[in-house]
């Protein structure tokens, strides 16, 4: 609650008076700060630190780096998607903080996107859960007024590749064994409307048609020719390639940086905002089907295998 109030609180001084560009925290005005609820921000800034993410936050460059660290392959459970959605919310009310760069501390993996164990045998309340925790880091992510760049050091399968399309620039590390794309096809399930935006958004219909259609891959350098990533670099340039943007990018003024983002994306943000808890509903009716809880679990059994 003091974080919410903290956001709408520092990030409106940006703002031009009243321009509430979106109802999705960031924008909007709402009640009085207290002033042992700014001591408490003071205090507690720039220590973001839990489980399954680690955030430094470099005071001189405003730049803040957001690690994923949950081992093997920083599937995204019900956990790790709430400390991100925590964590970015902190990041976004810290004045000194304006861009995130978001990476992974594991070996290889991005993110191998939704932990399958969360959407197999667990009961209709859990999913529900677990797709509104799914929604929430999109929307914090995707709505974030700072500047988000993705330093894709590994695989970014699935929800991994959503994550990075969220962001506002791309960079994947040239590895071939390194793969990128919005496969839910090939698990025999369907991605959501709101993926199906943001990958047309990025690289156009008719190559997002085939790629989710197909549930396609792509290496760093196919990756790179579809638009999906805007820069492949050696796999030890990511992270400084990362930063040399994020500084570019930060040379522009927040203020107008922001609108125009909050522009670009407002109608997909708003879409599913709109449809919050039908996509909710639907997404419970449709991994409680018997046939989706079989492939699903069919594809565990192919990956646990393919390990061993
Ligand atoms: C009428 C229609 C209405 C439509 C309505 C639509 C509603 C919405 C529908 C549902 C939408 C869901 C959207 C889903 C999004 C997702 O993100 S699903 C997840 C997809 N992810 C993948 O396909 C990636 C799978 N993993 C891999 O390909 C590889 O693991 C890797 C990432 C490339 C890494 O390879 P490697 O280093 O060789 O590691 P592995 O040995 O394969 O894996 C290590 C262990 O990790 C386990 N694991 C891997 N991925 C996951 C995962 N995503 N979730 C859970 N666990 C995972 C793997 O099983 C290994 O486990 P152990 O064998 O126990 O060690």
């Known amino acids: 609650m003091i974080a919410t109030l903290l956001i709408q609180h520092e990030k409106l001084e940006q703002l031009p008076s009243g321009g509430t560009l979106s109802p999705y925290g960031v924008h909007q005005k709402h009640g009085q700060i207290t002033s042992q609820a700014l001591q408490l921000l003071s205090s507690q800034r720039r220590q973001f630190s839990n489980t399954y993410i680690s955030v430094k936050l470099d005071e001189t460059s405003g730049v803040a780096v957001m690690k994923l660290k949950r081992p093997p392959v920083n599937s995204l459970n019900m956990e790790l998607l709430t400390e991100f959605a925590i964590n970015l ?46 929604q929430e880091m999109w929307l914090k992510l995707y709505g974030s007024s700072m500047v988000t760049i993705a330093a894709i050091n590994g695989s970014s399968p699935a929800g991994g590749c959503l994550m990075a399309l969220s962001c506002d620039y791309r960079i994947i590390a040239n590895n071939k064994k390194y793969t990128i794309g919005l496969n839910e096809t090939q698990l025999g399930i369907v991605a959501p409307f709101w993926f199906k935006d943001i990958i047309t958004e990025v690289i156009g219909h008719r190559a997002a048609e085939r790629s989710l259609q197909l549930g396609m891959l792509y290496s760093p350098t196919d990756a790179l020719k579809i638009g ?24 522009l003024p927040d203020h107008a940086r922001q609108i125009t983002k909050s522009m670009m994306r407002k109608p997909s943000l708003d879409r599913l905002v709109t449809h919050r808890e039908a996509d909710i509903t639907n997404f419970v009716s449709y991994i409680t089907r018997d046939s989706i809880q079989k492939s699903l679990q069919m594809y565990m059994e192919m990956l646990k295998k393919k390990g061993r």
């Open 228 to 251: 999906l990533v805007d820069e492949v670099v050696a796999e030890d340039k990511v992270q400084s390639t990362a930063s040399a943007v994020m500084a570019q990018w930060l040379t």
């Open 89 to 134: 919310e902190k990041l976004e009310i810290d004045r000194g903080c304006r861009g995130v760069i978001l990476t992974s501390a594991v070996p290889r993996i991005f993110s191998a996107g939704l932990d399958i164990t969360e959407m197999c045998g667990k009961n209709a309340d859990h999913y529900g859960e677990f797709w509104r925790a799914v």
